[in-house]
């Protein structure tokens, strides 16, 4: 039994939509205990502070965003992969000297940043009190612990991925979510904002130990010296672009934070709930396809007509799952917010904004989805610079639009998800644009006609949900108080949390099988891809390869005595 468990957490995914399958499974539990934590925290917490404990991870997470997404995800992936593929034993040099690499400029930056915080965060949140960015400050200083794990915490998840094991990077978000909820639930009553900082530094260091065993049986080492070879150059090289895209996105965020806060001191949480409904679908759909994708990408850039089937059959999966998420979440918004923050000092206000930025931000799910994906199939083919250079693009033009929104039009914290969302439309149209065009695919048209049906069929169910939610709402037909039909014998009485959740299902429900069912007619070949997926999960109890299983195999490396 013990051989058996080591196995099933040392084993390899050999193919995109096996490895995507079990990275959803874990982004599932993950999300969901995101949701548990943002519950946990609104429990104890009204938004006005809540606020405050959002824009304290401002300064940390340009740390993390900037070194490990501005590194890792774009260029140390794709060179680890080649160096596995040959099997030379240098990708271990490589990765140990880029954890130092990483813990030196983290080490550097994080100490100018929090000496410098308090005039920071009077610049990045003016609309707060002076009290209110001392508490912010304070918090801030701490949370820059967690990140000092998260650096090599990352590169671990890098190692593994690349190795193709993805249950065990997907199950250390798990650890971080639950030591931020252990924290909150046990340590509030006695140290107030500081005790989910408390437990953000406890789940940081979870997500760092449950990789590290792993890591190390497959040849990683901590060494103490800094190689500066080829390989660690060639990484540098590419990272460069993308961390000048980051940097820019962090400039983005921070605007969020400025604009927010003039708007109200809640407004940042609003957004921040928000973003965190919203994120679900697209980490369930897009991150995971497109993390499990960008090596398989990798190892076939030079057979572009394999390259072609695995990124569009991906694309057209992605969003064949997402749509009808994001239009449910449109038409839901406001069962949504109340089943998942409806706490006793979560107010109507609170629910009302927040469903709105979930709604905003829902019209960009897809986008944001499908720029996951599209961006990693340029890193793929090493080009780091094209989607870098759309990305700032578009970043730019989110940023204006969101001051446009704000302080010229005078929208409320939603204007700041819809600005977000028309930037993600354009850098996702562009982006495909692009990739066609090197890829040399073909007509246009052509490749986007699966895209077509989804959202033709998505818009059909959008709107038999909405009459649907209308229908069996009872406080509809209150307000149409001249209406003589008995609705009391068939509406349910929202008020109550249980009646929420069943009209909640009955919509989604409703929703789904009519958006199967214009598919059907359709003849969409993405439903019978998951209709067979569906299949070979519950009745043959097995996971088959879209596309076929590779051929080649990663190389061994010192260690690595189980492969799948």
């Known amino acids: 039994m013990v051989d058996r468990f080591k196995k099933i957490f040392s084993s390899q995914q050999t193919s995109v939509l096996s490895a995507a399958t079990l990275i959803m499974l874990m982004v599932i539990a993950s999300r969901v205990l995101g949701l548990v934590r943002q519950r946990a925290l609104a429990h104890f917490f009204t938004a006005d502070q809540l606020s405050l404990f959002f824009a304290a991870f401002r300064l940390p997470d340009l740390i993390f965003e900037v070194l490990v997404f501005g590194a890792f995800s774009s260029a140390f992936i794709p060179v680890f992969t080649g160096l596995l593929k040959k099997g030379k ?75 193709r094991r993805f249950l065990v990077p997907a199950i250390a978000p798990l650890f971080y979510n639950l030591g931020i909820i252990a924290g909150t639930y046990l340590l509030s009553p006695t140290f107030g904002l500081m005790a989910p900082v ?83 679908p697209v980490g369930l759909f897009g991150t995971s396809l497109a993390k499990a994708a960008l090596p398989t990408l990798a190892r076939q850039r030079d057979d572009r007509i394999q390259f072609k089937k ?42 009302v904004q927040t469903g709105l930025v979930v709604s905003a931000f829902s019209f960009g799910v897809i986008f944001q989805a499908a720029n996951s994906l599209l961006s990693r199939s340029f890193y793929a083919l090493q080009d780091t610079k094209t989607p870098v250079m759309v990305s700032i693009t578009s970043i730019f033009f989110n940023i204006a639009l969101a001051f446009v929104f704000i ?59 909405f009459l649907t939610l209308k229908f069996f709402d009872r406080w509809f037909w209150i307000k149409r108080a001249s209406t003589n039909l008995p609705f009391e014998k068939f509406v349910l009485d929202t008020r109550y949390t249980w009646n929420l959740l069943a009209l909640t299902v009955i919509v989604i429900f409703v929703g789904i099988m009519v958006y199967f069912g214009v598919l059907l007619l359709l003849k969409s070949k993405e439903l019978w891809y998951f209709m067979d997926l569906l299949k070979r999960i519950f009745v043959t109890k097995m996971v088959g390869p879209v596309p076929q299983k590779e051929s080649e195999t990663v190389s061994p490396t010192p260690g690595d005595s189980n492969p799948s």
């Open 89 to 163: 034993k240098e990708a271990w040099q490589v990765a140990a000297s880029i954890v130092n690499l990483g813990i030196l400029a983290f080490l550097v930056v994080s100490a100018v940043l929090v000496f410098f915080s308090p005039h920071l965060y009077g610049v990045l949140a003016p609309g707060f009190t002076n009290g209110q960015q001392e508490t912010i400050v304070s918090l801030t200083r701490v949370l820059f612990i967690a990140q000092g794990f998260f650096i090599v915490s990352y590169v671990l998840t890098a190692v593994l991925e690349s190795s």
């Open 198 to 280: 408390i437990g953000v530094i406890v789940g940081a260091s979870l997500h760092f130990l449950i990789q590290l065993p792993l890591s190390m049986k497959l040849g990683f080492k901590f060494l103490p010296k800094i190689v500066i070879d080829a390989n660690v150059k060639k990484i540098g090289h590419l990272a460069l672009p993308r961390l000048i895209e980051v940097s820019v996105t962090q400039v983005s965020k921070t605007v969020e934070l400025f604009l927010s806060s003039l708007i109200s001191t809640a407004s940042f949480t609003y957004f921040t709930l928000g973003s965190a409904i919203y994120l679900l």
């Open 310 to 351: 695995t990124l569009y059959a991906a694309l057209y999966q992605m969003i064949f799952l997402i749509l009808p998420i994001s239009t449910a979440l449109i038409v839901l918004r406001i069962p949504v917010v109340r089943l998942i923050f409806g706490t006793d000092i979560f107010s109507w206000e609170a629910t």
């Open 407 to 465: 302080k010229v039009l005078g929208l409320p914290t939603w204007g700041l998800a819809a600005a977000f969302s028309i930037g993600s439309f354009i850098q996702a149209v562009v982006l495909f644009i692009l990739i066609n065009k090197r890829l040399e695919s073909g007509s246009m048209l052509s490749l986007l006609t699966p895209v077509f049906k989804s959202i033709f069929a998505s818009t059909i169910s959008g709107g038999i949900m």
